[in-house]
């Protein structure tokens, strides 16, 4: 990662390039010497103290997206909420999406702040076993800009993963800003020792986001980040009274399934769109909705569904309770129907 310091000329090369302290854009800047020197090229101290503090957390998992708006943040949320359904786990999330935390409101936690201790930054916690830290805890108001240059933003990172005090975890969830930026390169750089479990990438059917989520998987490549999977989100309506699925968003290109084929990638599963997450109601009442996911586990049309509808008919034969064992093994399909969905 070449760290660009606050104070660097236009066109710095970055601190960590072969051509630090060299260029013509290295002319007059104060940290020259200091870049030349090749002092700054030595791995960052914070990789191994970081690296230390993750012993202590079992599993860290990434969540990405190529675009924004997929429900990157709202999936992470839903995943960390229902690892810890399981009152044995201890489970984080941690929103490193600097300028656009969205993780607060989405749990439910705008308002808290973060306290100070002897043995670091304690997180605010929704229930005994679930723990949450954000930027925007640390913002005077939910509207309050954060305006900061990469380095910036890097250095908060560090002190999230650094001086947050944890404790012994058994997942830790890193909900990340769309696309590939300095924030990605920061987080995999900081947990490069910490043996990531890898990335689940979210996207949805249309190929306007495929597009964007294959440069995703090509940076999880070129960083050596592994990844677990794709899950294609917004895929299909399960209508709350006659249970057909209707692609709002048709899979143009054949969708995530396709991508996954070419590119030989396991489809973690699909999830629909659900009118009550659409409502912008916050976790602790979205949480039901997610753990009342039901699968039909039949041979045909195999589709996410809810009790809560209209119509109170099951939906298959066998109907199992959804559980986050999936994050590891999982095969979830919607049904083949392609119906244009109508408000009746």
Request: with cysteine; net charge negative; charged share 20%.
């Amino acid at each position: 990662m070449a760290d660009i310091p606050s104070d660097a000329p236009q066109h710095c090369p970055g601190t960590a390039s072969e051509q630090a302290g060299k260029t013509s854009a290295c002319q007059g800047c104060p940290n020259q010497n200091l870049c030349s020197s090749g002092a700054t090229k030595a791995p960052d101290p914070a990789i191994e103290e970081i690296a230390e503090k993750m012993l202590t957390v079992k599993h860290k998992i990434l969540v990405l997206s190529g675009k924004g708006g997929v429900g990157k943040s709202t999936f992470s949320a839903h995943l960390a909420h229902a690892l810890a359904s399981d009152a044995t786990k201890e489970v984080a999330l941690l929103d490193v999406d600097i300028c656009g935390p969205s993780i607060p409101r989405i749990m439910g936690l705008e308002g808290e702040q973060v306290h100070q201790s002897g043995s670091g930054w304690s997180p605010v916690y929704v229930e005994d076993n679930l723990a949450v830290m954000s930027i925007g805890f640390l913002l005077s108001s939910p509207d309050d800009a954060v305006i900061w240059r990469g380095p910036k933003k890097n250095g908060m990172i560090k002190q999230f993963l650094r001086d947050v005090d944890w404790g012994e975890l058994d997942y830790l969830i890193v909900d990340t800003p769309p696309g590939t930026s300095d924030e990605h390169l920061s987080i995999v750089q900081y947990l490069s020792s910490a043996r990531i479990d890898g990335a689940v990438i979210i996207t949805t059917p249309q190929e306007v986001s495929l597009q964007d989520v294959r440069k995703e998987i090509r940076f999880c490549q070129k960083v050596q980040l592994p990844i677990i999977g794709v899950v294609e989100n917004m895929s299909g309506f399960v209508c709350p009274k006659c249970k057909n699925t209707s692609q709002i968003f048709p899979p143009t290109t054949g969708g995530a399934e396709r991508m996954c084929e070419e590119m030989n990638l396991t489809l973690l599963g699909r999830v629909p769109l659900d009118p009550r997450i659409g409502t912008g109601l916050q976790i602790a009442v979205l949480v039901p909705v997610l753990l009342d996911l039901r699968i039909d586990t039949g041979p045909q049309n195999r589709y996410w569904t809810t009790d809560s509808c209209v119509s109170t008919s099951p939906t298959g034969p066998q109907d199992r309770y959804w559980t986050p064992g999936w994050v590891l093994d999982p095969r979830i399909e919607t049904g083949p129907q392609d119906r244009d969905w109508t408000p009746g």
